[in-house]
């Protein structure tokens, strides 16, 4: 029999079993190996990207408060951020931990806080301003965020002033009641506030001449409403009045998350 008959002959016998496994194979074969060339495209094309985040509970404490703070790893980029080491860095001789100040990070392409339970706590044993960095070496890269933490002598801050806002305010944040604790150096205000809906968390900003602007950290520091107000005093009392704008953390900015709302803060001198 001339080949070309035999061979078509023998297509007509196994082509029904052969291409319909054929075919499985390939889409096998595909599924294993497309993810993995999808990923060698992505990390010859793009760098691992992430961002660090610093959540104090308190931006501005006396001597002797404890502060209560959280690092966030936000991945910012299409790879997932690889393994690495996350490390804790302050004056050793102004702050004080029990706590260990380094931590293995597993790596992933979702947001993680650290610790993953309670905050990590910071005593406070001298005045000033100091800074605390959080530092992530991956396997990739190498990322930094920076806060700082003022800490004033242990004495009775008082009542809010024209002169001086440190002290505790009644606010107002759109349909939210509740108060703010603020302690005023130089232009910087920084404190902490706590809502009636259990909302709570830390601000820092300016108060320079009659503007008020300071941004309230929302359940983590991706989410925030800023600020944006004036206020006037009469003696008695201090008035803040503004809106305060809902914002997110979208790539390398802050967009907003809604609309505004009223800012009112009221702090009566005594």
């Given at each position: ?62 001597v002797g408060e404890d ?35 380094t931590f293995a990070y ?94 709570q968390g830390s601000f ?67």
């Amino acid at each position: 029999m001339p080949r070309p008959r035999l061979i078509r002959r023998l297509y007509r016998l196994y082509s029904p079993k052969l291409v319909p496994f054929a075919l499985a194979l390939g889409g096998l074969l595909g599924s294993v190996f497309t993810p993995l060339v999808q990923q060698a495209i992505l990390r010859h094309s793009f760098k691992e990207k992430a961002r660090l985040f610093l959540d104090l509970d308190k931006h501005a404490v006396r001597v002797g408060e404890d502060i209560g703070l959280k690092i966030w790893v936000v991945p910012a980029g299409p790879l997932p951020v690889t393994t690495g080491i996350l490390q804790l860095q302050f004056d050793k001789q102004a702050l004080g931990t029990h706590e260990a100040t380094t931590f293995a990070y597993a790596g992933t392409d979702k947001t993680v806080g650290y610790p993953e339970s309670s905050l990590f706590k910071l005593s406070t044993r001298s005045p000033g301003t100091f800074p605390i960095v959080a530092v992530l070496q991956t396997s990739r890269n190498r990322y930094e965020a920076t806060s700082e933490i003022t800490v004033l002598p242990p004495t009775s801050p008082g009542g809010p002033s024209e002169k001086n806002f440190s002290g505790t305010w009644e606010i107002s944040l759109g349909a939210l009641n509740g108060t703010m604790s603020l302690v005023e150096d130089g232009t910087t205000v920084a404190g902490s506030y706590r809502l009636n809906n259990n909302t709570q968390g830390s601000f820092r900003g300016i108060r320079d001449g009659f503007a008020f602007r300071v941004d309230f950290l929302r359940i983590r520091p991706t989410q925030k409403w800023a600020i944006d107000a004036t206020w006037k005093g009469s003696g008695e009392y201090v008035e803040i009045n503004g809106k305060a704008r809902p914002m997110r953390l979208e790539g390398e900015e802050f967009i907003a998350d809604g609309p505004e709302v009223p800012f009112l803060a009221v702090g009566h001198s005594y």
